[in-house]
C-alpha cells in the first residue's frame, strides 16, 4: 500500500554507470521560491537533465563544473557536491565550503565510494547520495536538509519556555538550568514543538517536520522520542492531544493563558 520509495529507476544496458533520471514533464512547480542550489558536477550529461529537473520543481540552480568554479562561486542556499571532480578532490572543496560557513551540503558519490556517516561528519556534509540515484529521493534529501538548517538557525538562537533553555546555535538544552542529553531527533522534536509552545502540533505535521517530507506511515517513532523527551525533561510538558498530537505546555504559560 505504501508509496512511499517511489524511486525512479534508471539505468538500461549500456547507460553510463552515473547516470540519473529525471522525470521529463508533469512536474508540478512546488514552493522553493528563492532557494538557491549550487550543483558542482563535472559530468553535463548529469548535470544538465538534473538542473532543468531541479528548475522546474521552483530552485534556481548554478552550475559549476569544477571544484575551482564551485570554490569562487557566490553564496547560495545549499551546494550539491559530486566528490569526484576532474580538478580538485572533492573531499578537499567540502571541507573548504564547510569552513567557509554554514551552508548545507549534499555530497554525491558514486556507488562502491567508502563513505559513511563518520566520514559525512568530518567532511562536515549535512547528507550524502549515492550514484545513480532517483531524482525524487533527490529533492526530498534537498528539502529535508533545507528544513533542518532553517529550523537550527534562521527562526531564533535561543528558545525559553518556563524552566526550558534552548540555545539553537550550539544545540545546548537546559531544564531548570541542569543541561540535557538529547538525541538529534529528540532534539528536532522539541524544537518543533516548544518554539510554538501551547500550540497543538498533528501527529502528521510533526512527522513531516521533524521525520521526513513524505512519510506515510506509522506514528510509533513519534510516540517513543515523546516518552523520552517526558522522561528527560519533566513528564508534564509534553501533552497529549487526544486523536491530534501533542504540543508543549508550561504551568506558568498555561496560567498566563487562563488568566487571560
Ligand atoms: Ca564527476
Redesign the pocket.
Known sequence: MSNRTDRDTSGGPGEGK?SVSVPATGVAVRESCDVRLLLV???AA?AEPLREGLEREGFEVDLAPTGAAALASGPVDLVLL?????DLEGRVVCQELRRRGETPIIVVT?RGDEIDRVVLLELGADDYIVKPFGFRELVARIRAVLRRSSGASAVATSITVGPLRVDTRSRQVRFAAEPVALTPREYDLLICLASDAGAVKSREQLMREVWDEHWWGSTKTLDVHVASLRKKLRPDVIETVRSVGYRYVDEALLDAVDAG
Do not use: C, F, K
Request: aromatic fraction near 0%; avoid cysteine.
Open positions: 552515473h558536477e563535472d559530468d548529469i559530486d566528490l569526484g571532480l576532474p558514486a
